[in-house]
């Protein structure tokens, strides 16, 4: 179930950016309302390498840190 909604978040993600970045940024943002759900255990992120997890969390933190004081632009 992760995988389609991260595709699908990515999707629009990547629309609203106007297409600015690759695709796995898109895919690694889409992780971010998806990892930490307290809702219910998520076996995909669970299962993913500490790496790939060490790395998706630090561009996501990166792109907050960055993006922190950006107003909203609709």
Request: with cysteine; net charge negative; charged share 25%.
């Amino acid at each position: 179930m992760a995988e389609h909604y991260r595709h699908t978040i990515a999707n629009v993600l990547e629309e609203y950016d106007n297409y600015n970045r690759a695709y796995d940024f898109y895919l690694d943002l889409s992780w971010e309302g998806l990892m930490k759900n307290q809702d219910y255990t998520n076996i995909a992120w669970e299962t993913l390498a500490d790496s790939v997890k060490n790395r998706i969390e630090g561009e996501i933190l990166i792109y907050i840190e960055s993006n922190k004081y950006e107003a909203c632009q609709i």
